[in-house]
């Protein structure tokens, strides 16, 4: 499949891109759900629901405001990002504080296919077959101190090729936080790519964090520090208007963003026939329920 692929789509190489995942791996995908929280929408929906969205789709309608504010703008932009070498400075309270080599972290990290329901704060969805390693794993790597509570996230800054740092939409760097349980659960993935494929620049490449029961802009992309701290960090939406985005972030019907509605989604795909279906909580990740036991979470939005 890697060798085979082009820049230039048509419509066969996205449907065959979209049926990339054999029947063998959706299967075994959906004894995944069952175990993950979704046993509850029925065969029928937890089917529908792992139906991933075309590689056209995943790749030309992004949020990356490193690369402009419009959906296709990091298509268009993010290739003139070089993303090799990189390096990921893990540093805070950890064991082993250091400049971690990208190939050196993917060389002891076991890939594997995550196919994830991913839900934006914008209220449109998408299903995106992920390939990475989880975030506790790298963690374990750097070796986590008793002390520390959060863990912090930076995406790179480089204005030179990120023409959107140019503009002052945000405070550059993007920055994006996670309680240390948020960061440990096993859901909690480092994408490393899609479809079996590198991380296109457009997504986050080389790395970036995956939190599917969270609204999308959790999942920061192209991280280059992730800090352990023992207080809550700041975050780039929450920073920008605290009002509608806050630390949180978990995907939740039952809090409408001031500006509109979360009770459903629009779910990205089928040309003009794209279809509203309800928002479950979490976005349908119902056993990260026991992180969050006690909080109410109409104020820790
Ligand atoms: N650094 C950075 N990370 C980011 C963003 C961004 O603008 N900059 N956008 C966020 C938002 S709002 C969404 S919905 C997702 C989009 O991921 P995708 O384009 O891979 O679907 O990335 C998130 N991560
Ligand atoms: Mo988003």
Aim: charged content about 20%.
């Amino acid at each position: 499949m890697a060798g085979r692929w082009k820049n230039t789509l048509t419509d066969n190489d996205v449907t065959s891109e979209t049926t990339y995942l054999n029947r063998r791996q959706i299967m075994a995908g959906m004894a995944g759900m069952a175990g993950i929280g979704l046993t509850g929408l029925g065969s029928q929906a937890a089917a529908e629901t792992l139906t991933p969205n075309s590689w056209e789709e995943v790749t030309s309608y992004n949020n990356f405001y490193e690369f402009g504010t419009g959906k296709d703008d990091p298509a268009r932009h993010a290739g003139q990002l070089t993303t090799a070498p990189w390096t990921v400075k893990i540093d805070g309270m950890v064991d082993r504080p250091g400049a971690y080599d990208f190939d050196d972290i993917l060389k002891t990290m076991t890939v594997e296919e995550r196919i994830y329901r991913f839900r934006c704060v914008e209220a449109w969805s998408m299903v995106i077959p992920w390939n990475g390693f989880e975030l506790a794993d790298l963690l374990a790597l750097a070796g986590v101190q008793n002390s520390a509570k959060y863990v912090a996230f930076e995406t790179l800054m480089r204005p030179e090729e990120m023409p959107g740092q140019r503009v002052p939409v945000l405070d550059w760097p993007y920055v994006e936080g996670l309680r240390l349980d948020e960061a440990m659960h096993p859901l909690t993935l480092m994408a490393t790519g899609i479809y079996g494929k590198d991380l296109p620049n457009q997504n986050g490449a080389p790395l970036r964090l995956v939190v599917p029961w969270k609204y999308g802009f959790k999942s920061i992309k192209s991280v280059v520090r992730i800090t352990l701290t023992d207080k809550q960090p700041p975050t780039s939406w929450n920073k920008a208007n605290a009002r509608e985005y806050g630390f949180y972030s978990n995907v939740n019907p039952e809090v409408d963003h001031p500006r509109w509605s979360q009770g459903s989604e629009r779910k990205i795909g089928g040309g003009l026939f794209t279809k509203r279906v309800p928002t479950p909580m979490f976005n349908g990740y119902d056993e990260v329920a026991s992180l969050y036991r006690g909080m109410n979470l109409k104020t820790h939005f």
